[in-house]
């Protein structure tokens, strides 16, 4: 439910949802009012570019997942992989699982599975 309205200056009105406090409503709309196209379309773009920034997987999280998985495997006397890829790949209950998941979402038809590049997970600990 909308609770409030708040102006951005510039003649825009923004209609804040429930909760949504004032300091989080965005600072950039992109509605073709008045500017010119290319104007619009840079804008556009740069909106694009800071959501995709937010999108990237951490690393810090995928860091500490393979340390526990390293400490583990060398509690079992195993080798560890060279890299947090190798690992997910030669992980043949991984890989079985990960490819029901995306013929699930191919036979249900919800889209692909998102990709990433495979630079991605290609770290070492060392």
Do not use: M
């Not at 190798?86 to 699982?97: C, F, L, S």
């Amino acid at each position: 439910a909308v609770v409030s309205t708040q102006s951005t200056g510039d003649g825009e009105v923004i209609k804040l949802p429930e909760g949504q406090a004032p300091s989080n409503v965005p600072k950039l709309s992109l509605q073709n009012n008045s500017e010119s196209e290319v104007d619009y379309l840079e804008r556009k773009l740069a909106v694009a570019k800071e959501i995709e920034r937010s999108l990237v997987p951490s690393l810090l999280c995928k860091v500490n997942l393979f340390q526990k998985f390293d400490a583990i495997l060398k509690s079992l006397g195993k080798d560890t992989p060279q890299s947090y890829r190798d690992g997910k790949v030669h992980a043949g209950q991984y890989q079985i699982a990960k490819l029901k998941i995306k013929q699930a979402f191919a036979v249900a038809d919800l889209g692909s599975w998102p990709s990433k590049t495979i630079d991605t997970d290609s770290f070492c600990l060392t």
